[in-house]
């Protein structure tokens, strides 16, 4: 059974494997995230993030390493039930939201925050 995520009003298939990546450019820095993640049990699993550089506030998790000017690593963070994304209108960028049947933007307008977690079993 394949999973699937909520993410505001939308509905968003994940193949298989249960994968989705977000991708934004930090607010202040201007500086590229990605982060790769995965449904597991019901919950929202981190299991690699990247950061362009590194700033205020935006320093390269623990064990990061330097792979085509991206920092990146595997983060030990516990299971979340569900991620908030800011709606400020102010970032260069949308959140983009990629999953194998293809990417969408979240949030390019100021808005509510974004509330993003799995489909309920």
Do not use: Y
């Not at 993410?7 to 994968?19: C, F, P, S, W």
């Not at 990546?21 to 202040?28: G, Q």
């Not at 362009?52 to 983060?75: D, I």
């Amino acid at each position: 059974m394949s999973a699937c995520l909520l993410a505001g009003a939308l509905t968003l298939a994940l193949g298989a494997d249960a994968a989705f990546s977000l991708e934004w450019t930090h607010s202040v820095e201007q500086t590229r995230w990605h982060e790769e993640w995965r449904v597991v049990a019901g919950a929202l699993v981190l299991t690699r993030a990247a950061v362009k550089g590194s700033g205020a506030g935006m320093e390269p998790g623990e064990g990061a390493r330097l792979e085509n000017g991206w920092w990146v690593w595997e983060p030990t963070a516990a299971p979340v039930d569900e991620l908030i994304l800011a709606a400020s209108g102010l970032t260069p960028s949308a959140w983009r939201l990629c999953t194998p049947a293809g990417c969408v933007a979240l949030g390019a307008r100021s808005s509510d925050p974004l509330l993003l977690r799995p489909c309920p079993e």
